[in-house]
């Protein structure tokens, strides 16, 4: 099966989130969102030093941080009262070699621990692999050990430590910890997220 770019424009509903395409109109909700030193100091967006605490200038970041245009950029929208609470994108398409990346994510800490981002990537790894991709990544800073326990949970499989990929905010290199899901995974990683937000489900 060739691999080929999802519609951006695409909704993927869950039964807590709805993934939608990102748009100008929403960063003053996505700075409510993220726009905290909570979500920087893991490494997000460049690490700390990144963090912008005005709206302008936190834009002027976002505006030239995320994939706008490469790759499908996504609001991450809780289905009850469809708030705003984070981000997420499926970008670095690779067509010729069946590759995609899930990156740049970011969420409200109030949605931390629970299963928002479970279902985010349950959604996005399904719409790749549904799209005939055969690997899909996800990597994070080698600091930030919640993303990278995170990535865990999915099912992901570690792959290596990438040293010094690019600068970081305050200078210093980031070295990147990288895993993914490749195509025959995905039953495995599927079922076990979908048992995980099930059991998650009735505790509610």
Known sequence: MTASRPDPA???????VRLRALT?????????????????AGGWGGGPAAYRDTYEEWRDFILGYLAWGSGNVTAVCLRDGDRLVGTTTLGDFDLVNGSAHIGWTAY????????????????LLGTAFDHGFERVKLQADVLNERSRAAILRLGATFEGVLRHTQPRADGSWRDTAVYSVLREEWPRVRDGLDARLAEAAAAE
């Open 10 to 16: 695409a909704v993927l509903d869950g039964r807590l």
């Open 24 to 40: 100008l109109d929403d960063l003053p909700d996505l700075f409510d969102a993220i726009g905290r030193p909570e979500v920087f």
């Open 108 to 123: 409200a800490p109030e949605v931390w621990g629970t299963s928002v981002n479970a279902e985010t990537k349950r959604l």
